[in-house]
């Protein structure tokens, strides 16, 4: 009985194997413009670290890069809060690396979030 605990809780540990953080690559499918009905989409992003020692990354997209601070939460997921002169950049990896990432621009000012998934770069 002991071994069979033992067993499934190292199931589930592995299971719930933290998202590393040192580079992903994110590809999103739906776009929510505002208070607009949502719509499919094709967006990719680079997340890399670029300075380890004080938790900056990047994110780098067709349309730009920004830079902020990313770690791996307690929970095993990843968290991403940056910017540039456009506006605020939010990005949340679930531990199986569904992800939501946000954007508030200073013009308009407007928010566009996108649904997707990210995968850890080897």
Not at 33 to 56: H, K, M, N, R, Y
Not at 59 to 71: L, P, R, V
Not at 83 to 92: E, F, K, M, P, W
Not at 109 to 117: D, L
Request: aromatic share 8%.
């Amino acid at each position: 009985m002991r071994l069979l605990m033992m067993a499934g809780l190292l199931a589930s540990a592995v299971a719930q194997t933290a998202v590393a953080d040192d580079a992903f690559e994110c590809r999103f499918t739906v776009e929510c413009f505002e208070t607009e009905t949502c719509g499919e989409t094709d967006l990719g992003i680079a997340v890399t670290q670029v300075q380890p020692q004080a938790s900056i990354y990047q994110i780098i997209t067709d349309a730009e890069t920004m830079s902020g601070k990313g770690h791996t939460v307690e929970t095993g997921g990843f968290l991403f809060q940056g910017g540039n002169v456009n506006g605020a950049h939010l990005l949340t990896i679930a531990v199986g690396g569904s992800a939501r990432y946000s954007v508030q621009y200073f013009e308009g000012p407007m928010v566009i979030t996108y649904h997707g998934q990210c995968e850890e770069v080897v």
